[in-house]
């Protein structure tokens, strides 16, 4: 079974910077691809960014420019990232980790992150 743990949500002020992170219990490698996607209240759950790995990374449009997604595979430091700048008060929402292995998808369990003066 996979495990992935996110951190790094919390309150900012419009303008400000966050950096998500997502732990996964194996290896990065063992994926096809890893991403993040996000929940705001009373919308559908929709992608944020995605990472093929070893391959294409793509960003919904109203993140591009501003987000950031990387990965990384040392030990300590094994998941996804998601650097995100100049945040605006449309990006909170509960943000997902997500990854994909063949046919099955696995997910963390939310960080909140709000955007708000």
């Known amino acids: 079974q996979v495990q992935l743990v996110e951190s790094g949500g919390g309150l900012v002020q419009p303008g400000g910077s966050l950096r998500l992170s997502c732990a996964a219990s194996r290896s990065i490698f063992s994926f096809n691809a890893m991403g993040w996607y996000r929940q705001a209240p009373g919308k559908e759950r929709e992608l944020v960014a995605r990472k093929v790995i070893g391959g294409t990374i793509s960003y919904a449009e109203s993140v591009k420019g501003r987000f950031t997604i990387s990965i990384s595979s040392d030990n300590a430091k094994n998941g996804v990232y998601l650097q995100m700048n100049s945040l605006k008060p449309e990006d909170t929402a509960v943000y997902y980790c997500?990854?994909?292995?063949?046919?099955?998808?696995?997910w963390g369990q939310g960080t909140q992150v709000t955007v708000s003066s």
């Open positions: 997500m990854s994909t292995a063949g046919a099955m998808n696995y």
